[in-house]
């Protein structure tokens, strides 16, 4: 007959090590009308590749009920997303074994930090300083982990280099900084 | 608007972007663009030396293009010149710029890497964070060669600031995502792990992560980070509320911080120190019970944060499985978050618990839940979370509950999503198998499974039933009988008309007796599907009625002018005519006994590994399969290694065994054995690694290892485990940090088969991987071992 295999003996079970750190693979912010407004990647990708992702993935969010559960398997990846911050959606692609509740507080503080820094964002601020933007995010997450958790810590590092252009005097024409190349004679 | 003035506020690029959000269409924007495009590569291409302010400017709009979707195939230059600027913005749009516009051109990546290198030794902590910063987000190759090596000794400096030790550490970490051969392991791995103890919470979290990747390259060098990591945990999950400060979080402590230390300690097994484990154990029971205590605030994040936290401790409570009462707790927990109102607990609860489910301390103890798991099932609106039920089921099913749960996802199945269906039907299959007292049962299920869902019953499924009635004397009746039924409904799946059709041309005979399903009726009920079906189902058909004119004399004159029919013998296809020629002559010309003997019935299968749990496997990717098969991948790729020993006799260690009768239930006995080996081949698994895996380069380090390894005695490192193969047959016989071998066995009478498990721990690959097995003169004539040359990956 069949081996039975309804051994309960777990400890037989082989206990291999998952991918233990939350692998972030990518960021999406997109408004209401699909418009990516921020796209932060942690894996490298292909131009056409992330392009196809990005627009598969909206329109699968988007087709959402505002009642669902805030993660979705799509492809083989883990979707966590946000849909309440005024008009626009916050998406993270993790992976199948991270912890989703985390990743929803990851996407809660950077929308936190964008507050705090433009004084009530919202999406029109991401649009204009989309820069600043990628700057915060920076600041926040390196290489899709959480690198500084204190919201103080932050902002203080963002405002620190705010601080550091006012200083540095307006350089005139004249006087622009040579590039490389010119440095090494190639222009 | 920005609280802080930005100083230079780029005009330009604003009104650019004004520009674009008013263009009425498409067309327009796509034409306003393109003017953009046309002017900035004029001032690219002018005499005039742009100033710094400038060439940003432009930069940033290029990169504002870029975002948009259009493509940008210049400005490359003007970026990697922005770099060696001293003006801290210049920079900063310098390397957003590369960073996401990478470009492989190898000059440019020259250059790059000088700048970085300036910048990382200017002493000048925010230029130092720009260059790691854009290291951690491109982490190319090339990157991970100038710069590996410079990188720990930078985050290890004691003059090194707190900002940039956290960049650094991320940075490293992902340049050991892609490129782990070049970050070399050396006297600096010490010191980060005294990063743990730093007073600066940021740099813990930083250097937690970095420790936990690093960890499961070359465990042994970081083990005594779960000290100082329980430690770290401790303090944290005893700590009031306002010892954090900042590092508090909606009134929870940490918890970024302490799900990163939870997932740091899932590197390594429980620790052997009895006061380390014990330690531990308090702080999971101290996290178990504040889940109990009413929350500190009403709002949606802090419970988020408090979970996420439970959610881990629970996850690493499993990952150790040791402890039943944390176990049994856990489940608990879990228990109550089934039937919580926020939808996103339900779902994760209902993921949580299909690890545990194979935990043999809670098994029994999730089972209790199965109520409440069907009525998610029927009632949950989120098709994601009743996927989940469905996995869940799956994960705990036994003995015990198969046939209701068999039951339960069959009616699910008839309302599933398009998209799930397959799987649940691979998981139907695989689970009426494995469970089958009776298999008449089994054959209704996947008859079942084709009326329901008779697409998404993939051929794997379909072989299997039709080899388990060839091998299974007692059930080919019942089944001849249940497709003949089945059959007569008006509008079948043609998966049911290929079943049916093989097992009435092998076994019709059976049910021949009875006037309703005499040979000529079963041959008319066949021959009215005919033209219905598919070329390949029809081939499978004129097989059968080959086999009916030798079962049945008494219709070949029918089936011959059936044969005989020119939409046979001229069909267009070549396989129906070829068929439908030969059979015909074959009935023409052979006696009886010629017929008889080419016509036999059908010789039970050889056993084989069932190839519906592969597809399954296959399917689900890399994803978390329940350990049903006692058997897990490795997410980071490396495979099970699986091998079997055919044992005549045992080695005297063993011996007792046989006299000791197994307490697994044997199924009723039937003539042939049709053992489905659980373990799926390696080959399966590699399909599916991640993205980011690299070429194994820890080969030498773990060849060291085996070397010592294969030379010891095989007594002596495993003797601890020995004992527990007196009363069992299933088990862990040797473990250590790379490696877990286990044994399962079975008996019967004189037989006995030993499968042996080489389980990888590592997250690399084994290279030249060899086994063997010995044992004492007098039994070696005895034992039949196959031991297949693992392929070499």
């Known amino acids: 007959g069949l081996i039975d295999c309804n051994s309960t003996t777990s400890n037989f079970s082989f206990r291999l090590i998952h991918a233990l750190i939350l692998k972030m693979q990518f960021m999406l912010l997109f408004s209401r009308q699909g418009k990516l407004r921020l796209q932060k990647w942690y894996v490298p990708l292909s131009d056409k590749e992330r392009k196809k992702i990005s627009r598969d993935l909206v329109q699968t969010i988007l087709a959402r009920k505002p009642k669902m559960c805030s993660f979705l398997e799509w492809r083989d990846l883990k979707i966590v997303y946000k849909s309440r911050y005024a008009s626009l959606y916050f998406c993270c692609a993790v992976e199948d074994q991270d912890n989703e509740l985390i990743t929803l507080e990851i996407i809660h503080r950077y929308v936190e930090l964008l507050d705090k820094y433009f004084g009530s964002v919202c999406e029109l601020d991401i649009i204009f300083n989309f820069e600043k933007a990628y700057f915060i995010l920076d600041e926040f997450l390196l290489g899709g982990e959480a690198q500084e958790t204190s919201k103080k810590n932050v902002l203080k590092a963002i405002e620190q280099a705010d601080l550091l252009q006012e200083e540095i005097p307006i350089i005139k024409e004249a006087e622009a900084p040579r590039s490389v190349l010119e440095e090494i004679g190639l222009t | ?793």
């Open chain 2, 1 to 793: 608007m920005p609280a802080v003035s930005k100083g230079d506020g780029m005009r330009g690029l604003a009104v650019f972007i004004s520009d674009i959000r008013n263009c009425k269409s498409k067309e327009a924007e796509v034409k306003r663009i393109n003017k953009e495009l046309a002017n900035i590569r004029s001032k690219f291409k002018g005499d005039k030396a742009l100033d710094g302010y400038s060439k940003k400017k432009y930069v940033c709009k290029l990169l504002f293009i870029f975002l948009l979707g259009h493509d940008i195939d210049f400005g490359h230059m003007e970026a990697v010149n922005l770099l060696s600027s001293n003006k801290y913005t210049e920079k900063q749009i310098g390397y957003l710029f590369i960073s996401v516009l990478v470009n492989s051109n190898s000059e440019l990546i020259r250059l790059i890497n000088n700048a970085i290198k300036n910048d990382l030794a200017s002493r000048n902590a925010t230029f130092m964070n720009l260059a790691l910063h854009c290291i951690a987000n491109v982490g190319s190759r090339e990157m991970a060669e100038a710069f590996a090596s410079d990188i720990p000794r930078i985050l290890v400096a004691g003059d090194t600031m707190d900002s940039v030790k956290q960049s650094a550490a991320l940075c490293l970490l992902r340049l050991n995502r892609t490129s782990p051969d070049l970050v070399p392991m050396g006297e600096w791995t010490a010191r980060v792990v005294h990063l743990l103890n730093d007073q600066h919470l940021g740099v813990v979290t930083a250097a937690t992560s970095l420790i936990t990747t690093l960890a499961q390259k070359s465990p042994d060098d970081f083990k005594t980070s779960v000290s100082l990591a329980v430690a770290r945990l401790s303090r944290i999950v005893t700590s009031a509320s306002i010892d954090l400060q900042d590092y508090t979080y909606y009134f929870v402590a940490a918890p970024w911080l302490s799900v990163k230390l939870l997932r740091l300690l899932q590197c390594y097994p429980p620790p052997e120190d009895a006061s380390l484990r014990s330690r531990l154990s308090e702080c999971l029971e101290t996290i178990l019970n504040k889940a109990q205590e009413p929350p500190k605030s009403k709002k949606v994040q802090h419970s988020n944060a408090k979970n996420a936290v439970l959610f881990e401790a629970i996850a690493l409570i499993i990952h150790h499985d040791s402890e039943p009462n944390l176990l049994v707790r856990a489940c608990n927990q879990l228990g109550q978050f089934l039937q919580h109102r926020e939808t996103n607990l339900r779902y994760l609860a209902l993921e949580s618990m299909c690890t545990l489910a194979s935990s043999e301390f809670s098994h029994e103890a999730v089972k209790t839940h199965i109520e409440t798991v069907i009525s998610a099932l029927k009632t949950e609106r989120d098709v994601s979370v009743r996927q989940r039920a469905v996995d869940l089921l799956y994960a705990m099913c036994d003995r015990s509950n198969s046939k209701q749960i068999v039951a339960e996802m069959l009616s699910y199945l008839e309302t599933a999503d398009y998209s799930i269906r397959e799987e649940i039907v691979l998981k139907v299959a695989i689970l009426a198998e494995k469970y089958a007292v009776d298999y008449t049962w089994y054959v209704d299920t996947i008859l079942n499974l084709i009326r329901i869902a008779g697409d998404y019953v993939s051929e794997e499924v379909w072989y299997r039933v039709i080899q388990i009635v060839i091998n299974r004397d007692d059930v080919q009746g019942y089944a001849a009988k249940t497709v003949f039924e089945a059959l007569q409904a008006p509008a079948c799946h043609e998966n049911l008309v290929k079943v049916g059709g093989y097992i009435l041309g092998e076994f019709g005979n059976l049910i021949a007796g009875d006037p309703r399903s005499s040979p000529l009726v079963q041959f008319n009920l066949l021959h009215s599907k005919f033209h219905l079906c598919s070329v390949p189902t029809r081939a499978l058909l004129l097989s059968a009625y080959i086999k009916f004119i030798n079962l049945f004399p008494e219709v070949k004159g029918t089936i011959q002018d059936v044969l005989r029919s020119d939409s046979q013998l001229r069909n267009a296809d070549v396989e129906l005519q070829q068929r439908a020629v030969e059979y015909l002559r074959l009935s023409c010309i052979a006696s009886t006994d010629i017929l008889a003997t080419v016509l036999e019935e059908m010789p039970p299968f050889p056993e084989r590994e069932s190839s519906i749990l592969a597809k399954l496997k296959k399917k689900k990717g890399s994803s978390k399969l329940p350990d049903m098969d006692d058997s897990r991948k490795n997410v980071n790729g490396s495979a099970e290694h699986a091998e079997d020993a055919e044992v005549a006799s045992k080695t005297p260690q063993f011996l007792l065994e046989e006299l000791i009768s197994t307490d697994r239930p044997h199924p009723s006995s039937s003539a042939t054995m049709l053992p489905t080996r659980t373990m799926v081949p390696s080959h399966t698994f590699t399909d599916n690694l991640s993205v980011n895996s690299a070429p194994s380069s820890g080969a030498s380090l773990l060849v060291d290892v085996f070397s010592d390894f294969s030379s010891a005695a095989p007594t002596e490192s495993s003797d601890e485990h020995f004992p527990r193969f007196v009363c069992k047959n299933n088990g862990v016989i040797y473990e250590n940090q790379l490696l877990q071998i286990g044994l399962k066995s079975e008996y019967r009478q004189n037989l006995g088969r030993m499968y042996v498990f080489y389980g990888n721990k590592t997250s690399t690959q084994f290279q030249s991987f060899s086994t063997s097995v010995s044992s004492n003169d007098v039994l070696c004539s005895h034992i039949l071992c196959s031991a297949p040359q693992l392929p070499a990956e």
